[in-house]
């Protein structure tokens, strides 16, 4: 059973940071679109770091951009989301994402939600002083 855990979330004040993990059981990462999207209360889900191992390109939505960053380390079978300078409104549930890699006869945003098959349960951040 392909399986995704986040840890890492908790309560941070602003301008402070956080790593968030994912790892993953049951399957491989190695080669794996990654992602990380998160939904705050009353908000649509929305991507915030997509990774297409297919191509090598990275997306960052534009409020994380610069301060964000996702990895992955193979030999842990784990993504991470650094996150720094946070903010009040970076407060959500963050969730990790993995699907075999996109391969786009056009190109097309894959930061979408609809797109990714295995969803990790989300972990909550909460940034307040």
């Known amino acids: 059973q392909r399986q995704l855990v986040e840890s890492g979330g908790g309560l941070v004040q602003p301008g402070g940071s956080l790593r968030l993990s994912c790892a993953a059981s049951?399957?491989?990462?190695?080669?794996?679109?990654i992602g990380w999207f998160r939904q705050a209360p009353g908000k649509e889900r929305e991507g915030v770091s997509c990774?297409?191992?297919?191509?090598?390109?990275?997306y960052y939505s534009d409020s994380v951009k610069g301060r964000f960053t996702i990895s992955r380390d193979n030999a842990k079978n784990t993504i991470y989301l650094q996150m720094n300078s946070l903010k009040p409104e970076d407060t959500a549930v963050y969730y990790c994402?993995?699907?075999?890699?996109?391969?786009?006869?056009?190109?097309?945003?894959?930061?979408?939600?609809?797109?990714?098959?295995?969803w990790g349960q989300g972990t909550q951040v909460t940034v307040s002083s």
């Open positions: 990774f297409n191992s297919n191509d090598g390109i990275t």
């Open positions: 049951g399957f491989t990462l190695d080669h794996y679109a």
């Open positions: 994402v993995a699907n075999p890699p996109f391969v786009m006869t056009t190109p097309q945003p894959i930061c979408v939600p609809r797109l990714w098959d295995y």
